[in-house]
């Protein structure tokens, strides 16, 4: 079975642009999280998606968004780019939802805020 | 999400077992004890969960308190692979899928 997919592996964006990155769950997972890894902040959670609807959120302003496609497949959206948002995102697919399930997670996509 | 406290940094040698604790004094009866762990560039990787009972699979074992107020992972034998940043998590029903990710603790594996 595939693991979990993102794309792209890395970018490059500069202040005030904006940025979709991708993730493809692992075929029959229907739940989809995000999260930011950063030097300063560690692992922290972004949003998570079921069913294409959002079902639980982190605390991070309204420029982060998401959403989720009918095959499970995965978008996040920063937009208004700033140098702090410069970090390696991480999806995870999981099924089902409950919380005693296994994570998993893709490569994840470094990007860098110029 | 209840906290939990790891040590920092920990070491090992190669093909000694290595017993890294986690303790979660504010744990609730339906929190369930995970632990995930991140290799070099890599995304997080599952090791183990348990409940209340300990665990064993392939990777490693899971040993709960009984009060379950704390929890140790067990690698039986490490390898230079092992050396990675390893996270206890509690996660219950209530927050989905959602793992609170701490500082965990780093693994040194000398050969």
């Known amino acids: 079975k595939a693991g979990v997919t993102q794309t792209p592996r890395y970018l490059i964006k500069t202040r005030g642009q904006q940025v979709t990155l991708s993730c493809s769950p692992i075929s029959g997972h229907r739940s989809v999280s995000w999260y930011q890894q950063t030097p300063g902040q560690g692992l922290q959670f972004l949003f998570e998606y079921f069913s294409e609807t959002q079902r639980n959120k982190g605390n991070f302003p309204g420029r982060f968004s998401g959403r989720q496609f009918s095959n499970s497949r995965s978008e996040m959206n920063v937009s208004t780019l700033e140098l702090g948002d410069s970090a390696l995102y991480l999806c995870?697919?999981?099924?089902?939802?409950?919380?005693?399930?296994?994570?998993?997670f893709g490569p994840g996509t470094r990007l860098l805020v110029l | 999400d209840a906290k939990t406290t790891q040590p920092n940094s920990m070491e090992s040698n190669e093909e000694e077992p290595v017993h890294l604790p986690c303790n979660h004094s504010t744990i609730s009866g339906t929190d369930y004890i995970h632990w995930y762990r991140q290799l070099p560039s890599q995304g997080p990787e599952y090791v183990i969960h348990?409940?209340?009972s300990n665990v064993n699979n392939r990777m490693a074992s899971l040993a709960i308190a009984e009060d379950r107020k704390s929890s140790t992972l067990i690698l039986h034998r490490a390898t230079l692979r092992d050396a990675a940043v390893y996270y206890c998590?509690?996660?219950?029903?209530?927050?989905?899928?959602?793992?609170?990710f701490g500082e965990g603790t780093q693994l040194t594996v000398n050969p």
């Open positions: 995870a697919s999981s099924y089902p939802t409950q919380p005693k399930e296994t994570q998993y």
């Open positions: 348990g409940l209340t």
């Open positions: 998590i509690l996660s219950r029903e209530t927050s989905g899928s959602r793992l609170t």
